[in-house]
C-alpha cells in the first residue's frame, strides 16, 4: 500500500486519533478501569521516531510539527505476535491434517526450499511487509534450519527498523536430511549470529529448539550453554501443542517428569523463554513456568486449525504463570492479529469463560512486551517509547459501521471491532516513527 504522503516521517510528527493502549493488566472483566487508557480525539506527538506526549485535539502542536489528522480513527500500539514461522506463508490453509502428519506434508518440504539464498531473502521480504500490512510492528519469528534463512529474517527486519527476536531453527534428528544440521555446526552457526545480530538495531537472537523430539540430548545441552554464556538471548520453542507430540516426548525423554520438564532440564526456561501452545500442561507445569519466568504464546487459530486443543487460560494465570498472543502461521490461518484474538475469545468461550476485549488487545500488545522484557520499549503510548502505532478504521463497510453505532458502552465498541475488522481496516503503520505502510489519504481538513 502507498501512502499520498512520504513514507519516512518527519523530525516531528503528530497524529490526530482516538488513542487506546494499557497501563497495567485489565483483568477479565469489561469495566475497563484505571489499566485501560482511552483518548478520543487526541495528538500522539512523535519526536525522532519516540513518543514524547500527547495533546487533546483541539490544541494542535505548532507548526514545525508535521501534522496528520486522522479523526475517527482508533490509534493502537503496533501489534506483538510472540510466535509464528516466516517460512510457512508458503503452507498456510493447508487442508487435512494434525501437527505431527502437517508438519511431513506440508511444513518440512516448504522449509527445504529456504536452503537457497535466493528463495530466503526473498521469503523474509514478504514475510516482514506482510507483518505490518497485518498491523503487526514486532514479532517473536522462526525461520528455517539454514543460516542463509535467519540471515535474510534478521537482515529484513532491521533494513525495516522492526523489532524481531528470531536465532536460526536448530534439529539434529527426526527431520529430512535437508532439514538437519548437528550440534556442532549449530553451535558455530548460532555463535555467529548472535555475534552479527544479536543487539544489532532493533533485534535480538533466541536460540530456537524446533521441539524437543526433533533436538537430540546434546543439541539441547548447547543451547542452554549458549544461554548461559550470553544471559540476555532468548529462548522459543514449541511445548504440548498436540497430545500425540506429548506421548512422542515420553517416549524419547523417559527420564523427563513432562514435556515442559524437558526443556528445564537443559536450562532453556528462563523469563526470556517463549513456548508455543501449552495446552496439555499440568499444575506441576504451570508452577514451572510461573517459577522460572517463561511465559506461553497462546496460538488460538492454529490450536483450532489443527485440531489440537483449548488453552486453559485461567488455570494458567492462577499459577502465576504469563500469557502472551501469537498467530502460528501456518498452523494459524491469518498474520491478523484481530482474527486471531476473535478466535481467542472462541476459546475460552468454550470453556465457559469469556475474554473481554480489554484482556485479550492488551495480552496482544502491552502483555505481550512485558513477557518478553521490552515494555520500556513497545506496547504502550507512553512518553519515551518507540513510536510503533497503527492506525485502523473504527469501520470499512455497512455492516460493521451499522454495528458500532449502535454500540451503547466503549467496551462494546472496541469488542465489535475487535471481532469485526482485521488487515483491510489498517489505515498506516509506523516502525519508530517512519510509516512503513499506509493507504492512500484523502485531503487534509482545513482550518
Request: glycine share 8%.
Amino acid at each position: 500500500m502507498n501512502g499520498t504522503e512520504p513514507v519516512q516521517s518527519a523530525a516531528r510528527l503528530a497524529l490526530r486519533a482516538d488513542l487506546l493502549d494499557f497501563r497495567g493488566d485489565p483483568g477479565w472483566s469489561p469495566e475497563p478501569g484505571t489499566a485501560v487508557r482511552f483518548r478520543p480525539d487526541h495528538w500522539l506527538l512523535v519526536e525522532q521516531g519516540r513518543i514524547v506526549g500527547t495533546l487533546p485535539g483541539e490544541e494542535p502542536p505548532g507548526d514545525d510539527w508535521l501534522r496528520l489528522d486522522r479523526r475517527g480513527r482508533l490509534l493502537m500500539p503496533g501489534f506483538i505476535d510472540t510466535h509464528v514461522h516466516a517460512p510457512q506463508l508458503d503452507v498456510i490453509a493447508s487442508f487435512g491434517t494434525q501437527l505431527l502428519e502437517w508438519l511431513e506434508t506440508y511444513t518440512f518440504p516448504a522449509e527445504q526450499r529456504y536452503a537457497d539464498p535466493g528463495v530466503a531473502a526473498e521469503g523474509a521480504a514478504r514475510f516482514c511487509d506482510a507483518l505490518v500490512a497485518h498491523g503487526t510492528t514486532s514479532a517473536v519469528v522462526f525461520p528455517t534450519v539454514h543460516r542463509a534463512s535467519a540471515e535474510a529474517l534478521l537482515a529484513a527486519a532491521h533494513e525495516r527498523g522492526m523489532r524481531l527476536i528470531a536465532g536460526k531453527v536448530l534439529m539434529d534428528r527426526h527431520a529430512p536430511p535437508a532439514l538437519t544440521d548437528t550440534v556442532d555446526s549449530a553451535e558455530r552457526d548460532s555463535r555467529e549470529l548472535i555475534a552479527r545480530w544479536h543487539g544489532a538495531g532493533r533485534l535480538a537472537y533466541a536460540m530456537t529448539v524446533r521441539f524437543a523430539p526433533t533436538s537430540t540430548p546434546a543439541q539441547m545441552a548447547m543451547a542452554g550453554r549458549l544461554m548461559r554464556e550470553v544471559p540476555d538471548l532468548y529462548m522459543q520453542t514449541h511445548v504440548a501443542e498436540n497430545r500425540a507430540e506429548v506421548a512422542w516426548v515420553a517416549e524419547l525423554f523417559p527420564q523427563a517428569r513432562s514435556y515442559l520438564d524437558v526443556y528445564h532440564g537443559f536450562g532453556l526456561l528462563t523469563p526470556r523463554a517463549v513456548l508455543a501452545h501449552g495446552i496439555w500442561l499440568d499444575d506441576a507445569d504451570r508452577a514451572l513456568l510461573a517459577h522460572t519466568g517463561a511465559h506461553i504464546a497462546h496460538c488460538p487459530t492454529s490450536n483450532l486449525f489443527l485440531g489440537s486443543g483449548l488453552l486453559d487460560w485461567r488455570r494458567l494465570e492462577a499459577q502465576g504463570a504469563s500469557v502472551s498472543m501469537a498467530t502460528d502461521v501456518g498452523g494459524g490461518t491469518s498474520l491478523s492479529m484481530q482474527r486471531t484474538l476473535a478466535e481467542a475469545y472462541k476459546v475460552q468461550a468454550l470453556q465457559g469463560v469469556r475474554l473481554p476485549a480489554w484482556k485479550a488487545l492488551y495480552t496482544a500488545t502491552l502483555g505481550a512486551a512485558r513477557c518478553l522484557h521490552l515494555d520500556g520499549e513497545i506496547g504502550s503510548l507512553e512518553p519515551g517509547r518507540v513510536a510503533d502505532v497503527c492506525v485502523w478504521d473504527w469501520a470499512s463497510g455497512p455492516v460493521d459501521s451499522h454495528r458500532l453505532s449502535l454500540g451503547r458502552q466503549l467496551h462494546e465498541k472496541v469488542f465489535a471491532w475487535m471481532t469485526l475488522s482485521d488487515e483491510r481496516h489498517l489505515v498506516e503503520a509506523y516502525v519508530a516513527g517512519h510509516r512503513r505502510c499506509a493507504r492512500p489519504q484523502p485531503p487534509q481538513p482545513t482550518g
